[in-house]
């Protein structure tokens, strides 16, 4: 039989050979595309094949899952009986089948704990992070990050993360410089969370920068943990070269209103990069003292349009009543409409006596278009 196989095969070769270059060329690509078209059905086919066999095996386990999580955990007798969690017991036998042996079931349960956990807290929440250390799941999940994939250590970080379990400075810590952004972005939320000594460390070693929409979630983190110890953010906007951290430091200095800052920031108004600059400004005129008022109008005449409209932002929000003649001759003399009416907010949010008396004088001594402007200032909707 091999043989004939290798006969025909000749055959088939000299055939080929005889042929036409540009068929020859043309035959060898349609077989290979051939190829790849069932390579890529086989692979698809497999795919949905194994994906039907999860979803068949999901539906079998989820509910047995659940009715030992709530037996043991919802339904325990020894709930609301004043016992602390870490002595409440679980029946051995049930956590212990035989069936919670798989890897794969054993996910499944973590998911399920995860997903249980999210919807209870107090003593219910600490039950279910108590029966996901007994069942040694905590090792399941460490056993991910030490993984070389970084789909698997986001997975890990995040069940431990939800577990509250803590996981070692120097597991986590590296993470968070990682030039994978999503990684980077799970393992910085992580130790803000899970870090005993200091969650802020990673400011220290970060090169990588805290993208605009990582900021939204750290944002949030920083300020809704409860015990969290806040630092003075001013160490990270004197020492570090990263612009990015020096940005979200700013930002939390404004949240959490840290005046001993105002010095750090101040001398941020000597960069080089204007950007960066008018954030610095946007800053004080935030923390609404009158220490950089005068600093910002000596520096105004030098500045770029974007700082020049942080300053009289600025100037506004701080609302001495120092500057108003400034902002008033800004207002009239200026003819760039971004200051005309930055001008007339400033004066306007200061909402003094002199100010509205300013106010009055503008609209007898300004021009028409002005007067459009102050008008439009004084919409109590518009949002400064």
């Known amino acids: 039989m091999w043989n004939d196989l290798f006969y025909l095969f000749l055959q088939a070769y000299e055939q080929f050979s005889s042929l036409p270059l540009s068929i020859e060329i043309a035959l060898l690509f349609i077989f290979i595309a051939v190829v790849i078209t069932l390579t890529s059905y086989c692979s698809i086919l497999f795919r949905r094949y194994n994906a039907y066999v999860y979803r068949k095996r999901l539906a079998y386990i989820t509910p047995i899952i659940e009715d030992m999580i709530t037996e043991q955990v919802l339904l325990n007798e020894n709930l609301g009986k004043g016992l602390p969690v870490e002595d409440i017991e679980f029946d051995q036998v049930a956590i212990t089948d035989k069936i919670y042996k798989t890897p794969g079931v054993r996910q499944v349960v973590i998911d399920i704990i995860i997903r249980y956990r999210k919807n209870f807290r107090g003593e219910i929440g600490d039950l279910l992070r108590k029966l996901y250390i007994d069942m040694h799941l905590v090792e399941d999940s460490f056993k991910k990050l030490r993984r070389h994939t970084w789909e698997m250590k986001i997975k890990a970080i995040t069940e431990l993360q939800q577990m509250d379990i803590s996981i070692a400075d120097s597991t986590l810590l590296p993470l968070t410089n990682s030039n994978i952004q999503t990684l980077r972005a799970v393992s910085r939320n992580a130790y803000i969370q899970l870090s005993k000594n200091d969650p802020f460390k990673f400011f220290d070693i970060a090169t990588e920068p805290i993208l605009p929409w990582d900021q939204l979630d750290l944002f949030k983190i920083i300020t809704t943990s409860k015990e969290l110890s806040i630092p003075s953010f001013s160490r990270w906007v004197s020492y570090s070269t990263n612009k990015s ?28 990069d204007h950007f960066f600059r008018a954030n610095a400004i946007n800053c004080l005129g935030k923390l609404s003292s009158e220490i950089p008022e005068e600093t910002l109008v000596k520096i105004y005449g030098t500045q770029p349009l974007n700082c020049q409209v942080q300053i009289l932002k600025a100037l506004g929000r701080i609302g001495s009543g120092n500057y108003l003649e400034f902002l008033k001759q800004e207002f009239l003399n200026a003819k760039d409409f971004d200051i005309q009416i930055n001008s007339a907010r400033s004066i306007i949010r200061h909402n003094t006596h002199q100010s509205r008396l300013m106010i009055q004088e503008l609209m007898l ?16 909707l518009i949002k400064y």
């Open 245 to 272: 951290v020096v940005s979200f430091c700013l930002k939390l200095i404004v949240y959490y209103d840290q005046q001993n800052a105002i010095p750090a920031v101040m001398e941020l108004l000597n960069t080089k």
């Open 365 to 380: 001594i300004s021009t028409e278009e002005q007067q459009l402007i102050i008008k439009h200032c004084q919409n109590p």
